[in-house]
């Protein structure tokens, strides 16, 4: 079965910079694209960043993380990672990994980003 464990989250000041981290399992990770979606408090979930199979050469922000996010892959490890550089409070979210096929959504459990001074 497939599995996506996220860590890294934490607390961290604006300005401020955090690596979210996911790891895969139960699946050939190289063929599935990846995405970090984010979800605030009483928001809907939205996606922040995507990233293409194989080696990852497209990638894809919303508009409110683009220039500060970068997403990236390593197939060797089964990782998918999101580099959060000059964070803000507006970031405060629980951020999942995300995969899918033809037939299923995956989800991780999600980790807790709270910028906050």
């Excluded at 497209?58 to 993380?65: E, G, I, K, M």
Aim: charged share 15%; proline share 3%; net charge positive.
């Amino acid at each position: 079965q497939v599995q996506l464990v996220e860590s890294g989250g934490g607390l961290v000041q604006p300005g401020g910079s955090l690596r979210l981290s996911c790891a895969a399992s139960g699946m050939t990770f190289r063929v599935y694209a990846m995405g970090w979606y984010r979800q605030a408090p009483g928001q809907q979930r939205e996606l922040v960043a995507s990233i293409s199979a194989g080696s990852g050469g497209n990638t894809n922000y919303a508009d409110s993380v683009k220039g500060r996010f970068t997403v990236s892959r390593d197939n060797a490890k089964n990782m998918v990672y999101l580099q959060m550089n000059s964070l803000k409070p507006e970031d405060t979210a629980v951020y999942y990994c995300h995969t899918q096929n033809s037939h299923t959504v995956y989800w991780g459990q999600g980790t807790q980003v709270t910028v906050s001074s």
